[in-house]
């Protein structure tokens, strides 16, 4: 059930970000659409990775492989988001950086100002 | 029972974080509490690797990267 609501979630929050990126006039709250539309993904991605009555996906000491190989949530998505949070920050750093170009070169971060 | 009561707030904090005229308050509601709110689902949803870098990266990084545009460009939208 977690999981169905999760991914209702996500695509809220993607629904949101596009909106904010496609009618919001102002750079910032544009990138702010940008970072919702990847929580969005890494939501679903690890809501893919749940597995109900499950356990975290590390195998401690005295358990068996049989009985953590039938109880773990799916540990590739975990993988893949961890990798995605990283990046994303990284461009969106970038992003940010950009933004203060333009503010630097125009004075303003309206976009209907820039594009005068 | 918590965790639905967040996965509703958590696009509730988002479109709410689009309307303030003062970005500093918009990004930290946008970036800051939902993503730790995220983490917080992250980690229900068994990923607890994913839920500590979210946790650090929504609760410092991102809202000081943002924090530091608002500084150096405008804090109030025109």
Request: proline letters at 3%; a neutral charge.
């Amino acid at each position: 059930m977690i999981q169905e609501a999760s991914f209702v979630t996500a695509a809220a929050l993607f629904l949101i970000g596009l909106w904010a990126v496609l009618e919001k006039d102002n750079l910032l709250k544009k990138v702010m659409g940008a970072t919702f539309i990847g929580d969005a993904v890494n939501l679903t991605l690890v809501g893919l990775g749940y597995r109900l009555d499950g356990i975290v996906p590390i195998l401690s000491e005295g358990m068996m492989v049989t009985e953590y190989a039938a109880k773990a949530g799916y540990p590739l998505p975990m993988a893949l988001v961890l990798t995605n949070i990283v990046i994303g920050v990284a461009t969106t750093a970038l992003i940010l950086a950009l933004c203060v170009k333009i503010y630097e070169k125009t004075g303003s971060l309206s976009v209907g100002e820039i594009w005068k | 029972m918590i965790e639905y009561i967040l996965l509703a707030t958590i696009p509730l904090i988002a479109a709410a974080s689009l309307y303030p005229k003062d970005l500093l308050k918009a990004v930290i509601i946008g970036t800051g509490i939902e993503g730790v709110a995220l983490a917080v689902i992250y980690q229900m949803l068994l990923a607890s690797d994913v839920a500590l870098t979210q946790a650090v990266i929504a609760s410092t990084i991102l809202p000081g990267l943002f924090a530091i545009v608002v500084y150096k460009c405008l804090r109030w939208e025109r």
